[in-house]
């Protein structure tokens, strides 16, 4: 009898082993779809610059209005994730940002644009809340950073294969197509979420009262909420995306421009050095999620294994301002790609301390406090680089800030967590609880 009950344990433990990496798939193509949509801009800018007589600070207006409006949405994106569920409030976040993304192609003037890109930046901040609440609820700490790092490469691979398509289908249907056509692709995910929901209607790994209270629709009171704010973990957090996220914003949205001025790539040749790059990333935020897993099941101490990695990463990051100097463009990919890969193993670092010091029930809302601050300084870095090409400064004074945020960062999580302790059901002091 006990040999059969151990039987069952075991295939019930398999099957929802199983059940979590279908989840995790899924979660991983949403954030591709989110990246795809937002770089689509940055990769026809300069015919869509030719079309509607844009300026480099038009531009960066345009871009602007996202950051803005995805700052501000991100708060109350992750509370929706968390009185929703991720279920429904992933399925309704992909749709909304798909509609958005489509409607680029109805824009024919600059008021226009931006009033499209600036609900793309609205709808699009429910990525991050419901991603890092589904790995949050679907998988224990010991295989959380791991879970983090795939989902992680999701942006970069979304990166990788827009370069490589949406040009094409640019020169093939126009630009304006071209936004439909990839925003349409949301529907497909949609479809596929919402049937895995009819057979996965709990994650197992944490127990049926963790599980409903990751898993299942529930908000925070004004209380918790002011709890949240008041601790020096959401702070700890938020500021390090802040300072280091720039980096970020910056390649997404300049890369094409830069390797359009420095290498006179045009829009059909741009796709392949961007592809190395962000293929080079997403390489970065899968083995920073794998290098810290191995330092914790070798009993490194949580906070420990955190700061190391993002110490390991910022030396990564730090020859970014070298792709200046590159003699051609696939020499300055390999070093924009290296540079990404230690800024994504940095993230996922971040976001996975994160899953580490939260409890699930504010996860949504704690993140979304983060993801708003890295957005805000993402905001300052794109105004920057249209200030700074208009006025014949080049791209130096944006790598150099890009390269001095990742110290600030780590300064930053050290003074405010000296100790990072990961959260349990039994601490009294978790934020909003």
Request: charged share 10%; aromatic share 10%.
């Amino acid at each position: 009898m006990r040999d059969t009950v151990s039987t069952n344990d075991a295939r019930a433990a398999a099957g929802a082993a199983r059940l979590r990496w279908l989840v995790l798939g899924l979660v991983f193509m949403a954030g591709a779809l989110n990246y795809a949509d937002r770089q689509i801009i940055a990769l026809l800018k300069p015919v869509i610059e030719h079309d509607l007589g844009w300026s480099n600070s038009d531009y960066a207006g345009v871009l602007q209005a996202f950051q803005l409006c995805n700052a501000a949405a991100l708060i109350p994106a992750g509370w929706l994730i968390d009185r929703l569920g991720v279920r429904a409030g992933y399925a309704l976040g992909v749709g909304t940002w798909s509609l958005a993304a489509m409607a680029h192609g109805l824009a024919t003037t600059l008021a226009q644009f931006t009033g499209a890109r600036a609900l793309l930046g609205i709808t699009e901040a429910t990525n991050a809340p419901a991603a890092l609440k589904s790995v949050a609820a679907w998988f224990p700490l010991e295989e959380r950073s791991a879970a983090m790092g795939f989902i992680n490469t999701a942006p970069n691979i979304g990166n990788v294969v827009a370069p490589l398509v949406v040009p094409a289908l640019a020169l093939a249907f126009g630009w304006r197509p071209a936004f439909v056509i990839v925003g349409a692709a949301g529907a497909v995910w949609i479809t596929l979420w919402l049937a895995l929901g009819r057979v996965a209607p709990l994650p197992p790994t944490l127990g049926p009262a963790a599980a409903e209270t990751a898993a299942a629709p529930a908000a925070l009171t004004g209380r918790a909420w002011l709890a949240m704010l008041a601790d020096r973990r959401t702070w700890a957090v938020a500021g390090a995306k802040f300072l280091s996220d720039q980096s970020w914003w910056f390649l997404l949205f300049w890369a094409p421009d830069f390797f359009h001025r420095k290498f006179g790539l045009t829009l059909g040749g741009v796709g392949g050095p961007l592809a190395l790059t962000y293929l080079l990333a997403a390489g970065g935020a899968f083995l920073g999620g794998l290098a810290a897993t191995a330092l914790l099941r070798r009993g490194v101490r949580i906070g420990v294994a955190r700061k190391a990695m993002l110490a390991i990463a910022f030396l990564i990051v730090s020859p970014i301002a070298a792709a200046q100097l590159a003699p051609d463009a696939w020499s300055a990919a390999l070093i924009l790609g290296v540079a990404l890969a230690g800024h994504q193993a940095f993230s996922t670092n971040i976001f996975a301390m994160s899953a580490d010091i939260f409890p699930p029930a504010v996860m949504g809302s704690a993140v979304g406090v983060a993801s708003t601050t890295g957005t805000l300084g993402g905001m300052g870095i794109l105004a920057l680089a249209g200030w700074s090409l208009d006025h014949g400064h080049g791209y130096g004074p944006m790598f150099l800030s890009c390269t001095l945020g990742y110290p600030a960062a780590i300064a930053w999580i050290h003074l405010m967590l000296p100790v990072i302790r990961p959260w349990s059901p039994d601490a009294a002091e978790a934020p909003g609880t």
